[in-house]
């Protein structure tokens, strides 16, 4: 039988080859760079021809920004909902904490990427808009925390933006510790957001 080499390998792989394509670059982006990382390489690894990647995904450049772009999109879906019916806004972050981790455990690699991309910029790495994902994710957790003051969940006089800062800045070290080789409690979640509503006052 004869594949057709811009498609899958063979009819039962459950892998498309442009997510495999992805899949490849995002790791080998991950550890190497984008300057680091050429195209046969990415092409090489996938199991496919060079003309294939192209037919994707256009340009190194495109293929760079669809990784990011993925990886941001996965992101996210973690507490995008409003809680459900019954459900404390603090019990619905330690949820959505709780699942962001365990992402992270499962798929380690997107995240490496995204901090390499975003902190360690290399001269001729192609833009990405960290700047609006950022504000996506602090604008999420205001409206939950708008939520719980309306609930009567934490204090009314809370300055929004500055819980979003204290949360958000409490997930953020953890993440840079985990990137460090730092495991990721299971019970952290809840330490994190019981830390946040009820504070350190005796």
């Known amino acids: 039988m004869t594949l057709d080499p811009l498609h899958d390998a063979s009819p039962a792989t459950p892998e498309s080859l442009k997510a495999r394509i ?4 995002t790791r080998l982006f991950a550890d190497r760079g984008y300057g680091a990382t050429s195209v046969r390489e990415v092409a090489e690894a996938a199991g ?13 450049e495109s293929l760079w920004l669809a990784a990011l772009r993925a990886e941001t999109e996965a992101l996210d879906s973690f ?3 409003d809680p459900p019916e019954g459900v404390r806004v603090r ?9 962001f981790f365990a992402y992270l455990e499962a798929e380690p690699t997107g995240m490496r990427l995204l901090m390499r ?5 290399e001269p001729g790495q192609p833009t990405f ?8 994710h602090q ?9 719980a003051r309306a609930r009567g969940e934490v204090r009314r006089d809370l300055d929004l933006m500055d819980g979003v800062h204290a949360l958000t800045g409490m997930v953020d070290a953890r993440l840079q510790l985990w990137l460090h080789g730092e495991p990721l409690a299971p019970d952290l ?5 019981s830390l946040f509503f009820h504070g350190v006052a005796s």
């Open 117 to 121: 991309a975003d902190l360690r910029p």
């Open 189 to 193: 979640p809840e330490r994190i957001v």
């Open 129 to 136: 808009d960290f700047t609006s994902t950022r504000a996506r």
């Open 91 to 99: 019990d619905h972050l330690v949820h959505a904490i709780g699942a």
């Open 139 to 147: 604008e999420r957790v205001r409206e939950l925390l708008e939520l």
């Open 22 to 25: 992805l899949r490849v670059a």
């Open 79 to 81: 507490g995008r909902d």
């Open 48 to 60: 496919c021809t060079k003309p294939a990647l192209y037919y994707h995904f256009g340009s190194k």
